[in-house]
C-alpha cells in the first residue's frame, strides 16, 4: 500500500520534472534565439534582458501594467483552450473579445438616458457582453455541427466581421465621441462601469472568479464531463450518448462567453467606453496571445494564470524596451512564438515517442 | 463598357493573390500536409520581398526571395511535422505568429521609419499584340507578368497533378499514406518536397501584394487573404483548376464589396467590408455537399 504510494508519488514526481524540464529547455533556446538577435542588432544584450525582465517589478505602476495585460490575457487563453479540448481551435477569442465589448459598450450608451442604478446596469452590461461573445463563438460551433465547416476558417472570418463591426460601433453617430479623432466613443455612465482598488483594475477579480469557474466547471459539472469525454474519444463518447454537438456548441458557447466577458471588462472597466483596439496590446491581438499562452500550459487550467503572468510580463518588457532601447516590440513577440513552438515540438515529439 | 473592363482587370489583380496561395495550399494539401500558415508566409514573404525589390531595384529578385521565403517556411513545416511530429494546426498557427512578427520585425530594422513611404520597382505589363485592343477583352490579354506566371502555374500543377506519375504518386499518399509506401513511393520525401513548393508559391503570392497591388509595405498587409486562401482550397477540393476559379470568385467579391463601400447608400459601409469574410462562409455551405478533402490530410503518418 505504501509502496504503490510511493511509486505513485516517484511517478508524479517524475512527470512534474519532464515538464519543468521542458519549459527551462524551450525558454532557454527562446532566450539565446533572442540574445543572438538582439547582439546582432548592434544592442547591449544583458542590458536588454533586464528591461525585459524587470519591466514588471521595478515599479508599481510596471506591476500593475503587467496584472493589466494579464486579465485579458487569461480570458483570451480560455477561449482558446476550452475548444481545443475537443481538438477544435477557436482562433476567434479576439473577434469574441471584440463582440462582448463593443455589445456591452452600446448597451450602455443606448440604456444612459434611463440612469439606472449601478446595481442593475453594470451587472446587465457584463451579461449582454458575455453573452454576445458566447453567442458569437457558438455560431462558430454551430457552423462546424451543422456545415462541417473548420472552425479554424470560420473563427478568422469572423474575427474581420467583428473587427468591422466594433469599428461601426466606435463610430456610429449616436455614440461617437464627436471630440475624438479616433473610432472611440463617448464615456459609459458611471454607473456602467467598474473601478480600481489600489491602481489594480476590480476585472482581476473576475479573472479569478474564471479560472476557478473553468476547473470547476472542467470537472466537477456534467457539460464539462461531456466535452471532457468527447475529446478523449469522440466514437466512444457518442457510444455512451454524448452528443458532439451538444459538446462543441457548449464550449464554443463557454470559450467566447470567456472571451466576451474579458471584452467587456476591458471596456467597462479599464476604459469606461469603447475603443477601436482596446483588444490589441502593444498593436497585436490578444486573441494571438491567448493561444500561445493555452499552448503553453497544454490543456492544465491551473497552470493559465501563471502562464498568462509570465507572458504579460514579457509584453510589458517589450513595451519597456521599445521606449527605452528603442528594439522593436515584434522581437519580443517572436521571442515568444519561438518559446511556444519550442514547447509544442517538445512535448509532442515526446508524447510520440511515449505511443 | 469602361467600368466592366476595369472591373474585370480589378478582378484578375486580386485573384491573383488569392489563386497563388490556394494553389500553394492545394499542393501540399494532396500529399497531406495541411498548411494553415499562409497568412504568416505571405506577410513574411512580402517583408523580404519588397525590401530585396526595393535596394535591388529589380522586381524580379524581389519575387525570388519572396518564393524563397516561403519555401524556407515550408521546409519548416514539413521538417516540425514530418520529424517532431507536430500537430499540423499547431504548427501552422504558430508559423502565423512567427511570420507576422518577422516581416515586421525584418522590416523595422532595415527600412527603419521613414517619411515618404518606399516605392517599388514597377512588375512590368504583358500585352497579347492585337487581343489586348479589343476592349472587353484587355483586362484578359494584358496584365502584369505575375498574372501570366499565375495562369502558367494553374495549368502546371494541373498538368502536374492529373498528367504526371509523380502527381498521381502524391495524390496517392494524400488519401492513404501507408498504400503509397506500400507501393514503394518516398512518402516523406514527397511531403517535403509538395509543402516546400506549395509554401514557395505562397511566398509569391506574399510578395505580389506590395510589388503590384500597393506599390508599398505595411504592417499586415495581406489582411487576412492567406486565411481566406484556405478557404478557397477547402472550397477547390484540392483541385488546382478549380483554385483558380476560386481565386475569381473571392476576388471580384472583395473587388465588389470595395465598390460598394464608395457609394453612399443608407447601409454603413463597414458592413460591406465584412462582405467577402461571409462569402467565404456562405460559399463553403453552399457547396458543402460537393466538397472532398484528402483522406490522409491533417495527420501525420509513421511507419510503425
Redesign the interface.
Given at each position: 500500500m505504501i509502496e504503490a504510494g510511493m511509486m505513485e508519488a516517484g511517478r508524479i514526481f517524475a512527470a512534474v520534472r519532464r515538464q519543468a524540464l521542458i519549459y527551462l529547455v524551450a525558454v532557454g533556446l527562446a532566450f539565446a534565439v533572442l540574445a543572438l538577435l538582439v547582439a546582432l542588432?548592434g544592442f547591449d544584450v544583458l542590458k536588454a534582458f533586464r528591461y525585459l525582465l524587470t519591466a514588471s517589478f521595478k515599479s508599481t505602476f510596471g506591476f500593475q501594467e503587467t496584472i493589466k495585460k494579464t486579465v485579458p490575457l487569461i480570458f483570451a487563453t480560455y477561449a482558446f483552450s476550452i475548444p481545443f479540448m475537443i481538438k477544435f481551435?477557436n482562433?476567434g477569442g479576439w473577434g469574441q473579445m471584440m463582440i462582448g465589448g463593443t455589445a456591452a459598450a452600446a448597451a450602455g450608451l443606448t440604456l444612459a438616458p434611463l440612469g439606472l442604478p449601478a446595481w442593475i446596469l453594470m451587472p446587465l452590461l457584463i451579461v449582454i457582453g458575455t453573452a454576445s461573445g458566447g453567442l458569437f463563438g457558438m455560431a462558430a460551433g454551430g457552423?462546424k455541427s451543422r456545415?462541417?465547416?473548420?472552425p479554424?476558417?470560420?473563427t478568422?472570418?469572423?474575427?474581420?466581421?467583428a473587427q468591422?463591426?466594433l469599428?461601426?460601433v466606435a463610430t456610429?453617430k449616436p455614440f461617437k465621441d464627436p471630440a475624438e479623432g479616433h473610432p472611440i466613443t463617448m464615456p459609459l455612465p458611471a454607473e456602467g462601469t467598474l473601478g480600481f482598488l489600489g491602481g489594480f483594475p476590480v476585472s482581476f477579480i473576475f479573472a479569478i472568479a474564471a479560472v476557478v469557474f473553468v476547473s470547476f466547471f472542467l470537472k466537477r459539472t456534467r457539460l464539462g464531463f461531456e466535452i471532457r469525454a468527447v475529446g478523449h474519444n469522440q466514437l466512444a463518447a457518442e457510444t455512451y450518448g454524448i452528443p458532439f454537438t451538444r459538446a462543441i456548441l457548449t464550449s464554443f458557447f463557454i470559450g467566447g462567453a470567456l472571451a466576451g466577458l474579458g471584452g467587456t471588462l476591458e471596456t467597462i472597466n479599464i476604459h469606461g467606453k469603447l475603443i477601436e483596439g482596446f483588444a490589441k496590446t502593444s498593436?497585436a491581438q490578444y486573441g494571438?496571445f491567448g493561444?500561445?499562452t493555452s499552448?503553453v500550459v497544454g490543456g492544465n487550467p491551473i497552470g493559465v494564470p501563471f502562464a498568462a503572468f509570465f507572458m504579460s510580463v514579457m509584453l510589458v518588457g517589450a513595451d519597456s524596451l521599445q521606449r527605452t532601447m528603442r528594439i522593436?516590440v515584434?522581437?519580443v513577440?517572436?521571442a515568444?512564438?519561438?518559446i511556444?513552438?519550442f514547447i509544442?515540438?517538445v512535448r509532442?515529439?515526446m508524447?510520440?515517442k511515449k505511443r | 463598357m469602361q467600368f466592366l473592363s476595369d472591373f474585370a482587370s480589378q478582378v484578375i489583380l486580386y485573384a491573383t493573390i488569392y489563386t497563388l496561395a490556394s494553389l500553394g495550399i492545394v499542393i501540399s494539401g494532396r500529399a497531406g500536409v495541411f498548411n494553415v500558415a499562409a497568412e504568416g508566409i505571405m506577410l513574411a514573404a512580402a517583408s523580404t520581398g519588397f525590401m530585396t525589390a526595393f535596394f535591388t531595384g529589380s522586381w524580379i529578385m524581389g519575387f525570388v526571395v519572396g518564393a524563397l521565403t516561403g519555401a524556407l517556411f515550408g521546409f519548416l513545416l514539413a521538417l516540425l511535422h514530418e520529424r517532431y511530429r507536430v500537430n499540423q494546426f499547431i504548427l501552422g498557427i504558430c508559423l502565423v505568429i512567427l511570420g507576422s512578427g518577422a516581416a515586421d520585425l525584418l522590416y523595422k530594422i532595415v527600412m527603419g521609419v521613414r517619411l515618404d513611404a518606399p516605392k517599388a520597382p514597377p512588375t512590368p505589363i504583358l500585352s497579347v499584340p492585337f487581343l489586348s485592343g479589343i476592349p472587353l477583352l484587355s483586362a484578359l490579354f494584358s496584365a502584369n507578368a505575375i498574372v501570366w506566371l499565375m495562369y502558367a502555374l494553374s495549368l502546371a500543377a494541373w498538368w502536374f497533378f492529373y498528367r504526371t506519375q509523380m502527381g498521381l504518386e502524391t495524390r496517392a499518399i494524400g488519401e492513404s499514406p501507408r498504400s503509397a509506401d506500400v507501393a514503394g513511393i518516398n512518402v516523406k520525401l514527397t511531403r517535403y518536397l509538395a509543402t516546400t513548393v506549395g509554401s514557395a508559391l505562397i511566398g509569391l503570392a506574399g510578395a505580389y501584394i506590395p510589388l503590384v497591388v500597393t506599390e508599398t509595405y505595411a504592417p499586415d498587409i495581406s489582411a487576412g487573404r492567406g486565411f481566406m486562401a484556405v478557404g478557397i482550397a477547402i472550397f477547390a477540393s484540392w483541385k488546382p483548376h478549380r483554385a483558380i476559379i476560386g481565386g475569381l470568385l473571392f476576388s471580384a467579391i472583395e473587388v465588389l464589396s470595395f465598390q460598394l463601400q464608395m457609394l453612399s447608400s443608407p447601409v454603413p459601409y463597414q458592413f460591406f467590408l465584412m462582405l467577402p469574410f461571409f462569402a467565404v462562409l456562405a460559399v463553403m455551405m453552399i457547396f458543402r455537399k460537393t466538397i472532398e478533402y484528402p483522406a490522409s490530410i491533417g495527420k501525420p503518418y509513421s511507419r510503425e
Open positions: 542588432m481551435f482562433i457552423l456545415w462541417d465547416i473548420n479554424i476558417i470560420s478568422i472570418m469572423l474575427n474581420f466581421v468591422h463591426f469599428n461601426f456610429a498593436g494571438i493561444i500561445l499552448l522593436p515584434e522581437l513577440f517572436l515568444q512564438g519561438i511556444v513552438l509544442v515540438t509532442e515529439s508524447n510520440a | -
